[in-house]
Each structure stands twice: as structure tokens, then as C-alpha cells.
């Protein structure tokens, strides 16, 4: 599992409220990515980042900002959440220079009411 | 722009047949794909990497094969067994020294009764 973790797990929310998701590494890998799952979408990237205070945004980054000011943690903000939003969102990782194998964390259920 | 179609989008089978799960991508230019595994409610997991240059990779019942010129993969699964139920997922790097970004297709869900 590449030591990514995501918390929290599970959270649900009102329209309006801000967010935010933690993923967190313990292998110092350079790039992290943000994907958000829904049913008949598949797997749409966010935000990814290639380096401390580096990110750059995804098909679907409209309502999402991140931020990046340790190696080990890549954030994810929702302004103010929509009902739009209610997702499984999940965090992953680049590894193996030269092999670029990504491998995810377990996942975020966000509802937002 | 890269786009990765998985056929079909299920598949049913009886335990102990050999199956194949199809991926197509438009641009043959890829770095590198990865097929990959998840369970209802869970992460996806990888399951075997195969670089631009290697034509094929096995893990125990697994076997991916690649064929960029006619932008392909499949993965073949030995003596599926109940336990390999589950969503498959194909995607690909882009070309090399270009993209950052997996493009994903939107997976295979496979069901083996017993």
C-alpha cells in the first residue's frame, strides 16, 4: 500500500461548509494525485502535485484547491462544499523512478447534505 | 487526447474458466500501463506493471499483455476463482519524458460464481 493513508475515512457535511481532506505518505515520493470516483465517471483526477508547493489541476478541478507544504502531506480543499461533491475521493502516490507504478490509499466517502 | 476503453463492461463466468479483459487506448504513445484491482468499497490495488518496451507480464494466475502499434492490452486470468470478483481497471502513462497523469478506463466488473 505504499504507507498512504486519508483521513478522514468517512465525513459527511452541509452544502456550504469547507472541507478538507488529508492524504499523508511515509515513503517521500515526489508526485501525489487526488481522483475522485463516481458511479459512470471512473476515476477523474483532481489535483496532482510534483513536489513541495508544486500542484497543477486535473479534468475536474473547478470548487477543489490543495496544498502541498511538506513532502508527506497533500491536502484537499473543498471551498464550500455542493452536493456535487459527494464522492469517494482517493489519494495516491508515483513510485519506482523509471517504473511509475501508482498506488492508491484506502479512500474518503465524502456526503455533503 | 488519451482516451482508454475497457470491453466489456461486465462479465460473468463459472468458477474455474479462463477469461480475458480487454483495454484499448487511442494514442499508441504510452510510457507505461498498469492494470489494476478493486473491491467493492475499497482502494484500487495494483496488479502487474508493464513498461513500453516489455510485451507482457505474469503474476501467479495473471498475465498482461501489450501491444502498443494496435494501442491494446489484455489481462488473462487463469482458473478464475470466486475470490477474483471485483472491478478490473486498465490505464496508461503517457509518452516518455511527457505526461504526469494516469488516464484511466472505466473498468470491467467481473463476477465468478461458484
Known amino acids: 500500500d505504499a504507507g498512504i493513508t486519508q483521513s478522514p475515512r468517512h465525513k459527511v457535511t452541509e452544502t456550504g461548509t469547507p472541507v478538507t481532506l488529508r492524504c499523508h505518505q511515509t515513503?517521500?515520493?515526489?508526485?501525489m494525485y487526488w481522483y475522485r470516483q463516481d458511479p459512470g465517471h471512473g476515476l477523474r483526477l483532481i489535483h496532482y502535485s510534483y513536489g513541495v508547493k508544486d500542484t497543477d489541476k486535473g479534468e475536474v478541478s473547478d470548487g477543489y484547491s490543495v496544498s502541498r507544504s511538506k513532502t508527506e502531506d497533500f491536502l484537499l480543499t473543498l471551498e464550500s462544499a455542493t452536493s456535487s461533491q459527494t464522492s469517494v475521493y482517493f489519494c495516491a502516490i508515483r513510485a519506482g523512478f523509471g517504473t511509475d507504478t501508482q498506488y492508491f490509499g484506502p479512500g474518503t466517502r465524502l456526503t455533503v447534505l | 487526447k488519451q482516451e482508454v476503453t475497457q470491453i466489456p463492461a461486465a462479465l460473468s463466468v463459472p468458477e474455474g474458466e479462463n477469461l480475458v479483459l480487454n483495454c484499448s487506448f487511442t494514442d499508441s504513445a504510452i510510457y507505461n500501463l498498469q492494470w489494476f484491482r478493486q473491491d467493492p468499497g475499497k482502494g484500487l490495488t495494483s496488479l502487474l506493471l508493464?513498461?513500453?518496451?516489455?510485451r507482457e507480464q505474469t503474476s501467479g494466475r495473471l498475465n498482461a499483455s501489450l501491444d502498443k502499434s494496435s494501442g491494446r492490452s489484455t489481462l488473462y486470468i487463469a482458473a478464475s476463482q470466486p475470490g477474483d470478483s471485483a472491478t478490473y481497471l486498465c490505464a496508461v502513462w503517457g509518452a516518455e519524458g511527457g505526461s504526469e497523469k494516469l488516464v484511466f478506463g472505466k473498468g470491467t466488473k467481473l463476477t465468478v460464481n461458484p
Open positions: 515513503e517521500n515520493h515526489r508526485y
Open positions: 508493464i513498461q513500453s518496451s516489455q
